[in-house]
């Protein structure tokens, strides 16, 4: 199982980044996926999850309007577009994908560092 992001980087503030996550080894259609990220001394958030089917998403309220997750099960690949980027956004951002597939699935990626900065 492998979960590779791509996509981060140094942006200024207002800029935007697309992030996307690659998967392998597992049945990526079957599977929810999240981004969350973890700034230096806080605890992981969860930032955006999407179904398995793509039909459904949810989006913490502090990157609502400014942040989409989207998903392409032919590709296996979720992605992040974030928009509007503040220092705040600045984390390591991880890819993750949660199933119940006789009994909890659940495998993270490596992350990927975001840092908004002028």
């Known amino acids: 199982v492998q979960l590779v992001e791509s996509g981060g980087g140094l942006v200024q503030p207002g800029g935007s980044l697309r992030l996307s996550c690659a998967a392998s080894?597992?049945?990526?259609?079957?599977?929810?996926m999240n981004w969350f990220r973890q700034a230096p001394g806080k605890e992981r958030e969860l930032v955006a999850s999407?179904?398995?089917?793509?039909?459904?998403?949810n989006y913490a309220d502090s990157v609502k309007g400014r942040f989409t997750i989207s998903r392409d099960n032919a590709k296996r690949t979720v992605y992040l577009r974030m928009n509007g980027l503040k220092p705040e956004d600045s984390a390591v951002y991880y890819c993750?994908?949660?199933?119940?597939?006789?009994?909890?699935?659940?495998?993270w990626g490596q992350g990927t560092q975001v840092t908004v900065s002028s």
């Open positions: 080894g597992f049945t990526f259609s079957s599977y929810d």
């Open positions: 999407i179904s398995s089917g793509g039909g459904s998403t």
């Open positions: 993750n994908a949660r199933a119940f597939i006789l009994g909890p699935r659940n495998y």
